[in-house]
């Protein structure tokens, strides 16, 4: 298989699995609360995580996209793109700091370390890869996802293994403030195309041909939905136990045994770094020149995002989940009755 289609998979993953996903805790508002139903829900998620990725290369390689604002312009015209533009560079910023905030929460509740020490790290370590661009970004991710798929199948097969499909929650809800289980798989890739839109602006030097923007978009979907099942069943199994926590993957990994935990602690910090690599990665792309310092703009990202961790992990997540999520989901129907009448999109089935 060409290198590139494994890279760029593992950056769409890598780019997806951040502290909710991993945590556990997006899996189980958007899929967990619906029962057995939500692995259909999941599945269907995977499906569309695997058309839009693959849709969304495709279109970055046949219009020769280099920028993220040139993508904007094209996917949403100019003036309705400029509004689109502050909203992305704002929930890029902010999703940025969620993921440092994260991993204050990690060292002090995990390892005992205090919070600040926690987001020195992350802080540091971003700033590091930053300097490498679009080759530190592919580097790390290349190294950290297959980790990260290692951890969470691992913990789902030794789980299933011990514990069978008893699940404790089988029916579920029928209807939630998300709707049914189809529609929260609708809005969860919406949550999640805010930022996929800006990194994968990006990825042009890496799409050798349509074939490699296809296999990619798919490799990274079906990645995506076996490890969305995964912690889903995991969560069932213990759903009565970790509905309400706000990291139920470090309660169920402790069931595995207490050196676990720590194991997972690790698996967790991983998939916030690597997400907050992509958001950082996006707000430097979208803010930076053509004779752009190198250490500018990422010093002051990560300095900028100092006070707004001072919120906490949680406090963060409770208010700006739920407002990208609803924006990206507006933005994936436009996308989607916008752009597949035009003739670009024509020239891609011949």
């Known amino acids: 298989m060409n ?5 760029i998979g593992f950056i769409y993953v890598g780019t997806i699995i951040g502290a909710g996903f991993a945590s556990g805790r997006e899996i189980i508002d958007f899929f967990g609360i619906y029962g057995v139903k939500g692995i259909t829900g999941m599945f269907l998620s995977g499906i569309l995580f695997s058309l839009i990725g693959a849709y969304l ?8 996209i280099r920028s993220y604002k040139q993508l904007i312009n094209k996917l949403f015209q ?31 509740q995990e390892i005992g370390v205090d919070y600040n020490v926690g987001v020195l790290v992350m802080l540091i370590s971003c700033f590091i890869v930053f300097l490498f661009s679009l080759e530190g970004l592919s580097f790390i991710n290349s190294i950290l996802v297959p980790l990260l798929i290692i951890g969470i199948l691992f913990s789902s097969v030794v789980l299933i293994s011990r514990e069978g499909f008893n699940f404790s ?5 029928t209807i939630t403030s998300k709707g049914n289980f189809i529609t ?10 805010l930022v996929l839109i800006v990194v994968f602006s990006s990825l042009l030097p890496m799409i050798d041909n349509k074939r ?9 979907g079906v990645i995506l939905s076996i490890l969305g099942v995964s912690i889903l069943i995991s969560s069932l199994i213990f759903y009565n136990e970790v509905y309400a926590l706000d990291i139920p993957m470090i309660r169920i990994s402790s069931y595995i045994s207490k050196g676990y935990r720590k194991v997972y602690g690790i698996i967790l910090w991983i998939a916030m770094f690597t ?11 979208r803010l930076k020149g053509k004779n752009h310092n190198k250490i500018f703009i990422p010093l002051i990202l990560c300095l900028s995002s100092i006070p707004l961790t001072k919120l906490g992990f949680s406090k963060l997540v409770g208010i700006i989940y739920p407002l990208f999520g609803y924006i990206g989901f507006i933005l994936f129907i436009i996308i989607l009755f916008n752009n597949l009448n035009r003739p670009t999109i024509k020239k891609f089935n011949k």
């Open 184 to 193: 929260s798989s609708l809005l969860y890739v919406g949550f999640n195309l």
């Open 169 to 173: 929650n089988i029916e579920g809800l």
């Open 212 to 220: 490699t923007a296809i296999l990619s978009g798919v490799m990274g």
């Open 3 to 7: 290198k590139n289609i494994i890279k």
């Open 275 to 285: 997400t907050a690599l992509a958001n950082g990665f996006g707000f430097i792309e």
């Open 57 to 64: 290369l495709i279109y970055v390689y046949k219009n020769r």
């Open 78 to 108: 100019e003036k309705l793109g400029i509004i689109i533009d502050t909203i992305i560079t704002f929930s890029l910023f902010t999703g940025f700091t969620i993921m440092v905030a994260g991993s204050g929460a990690i060292f002090q």
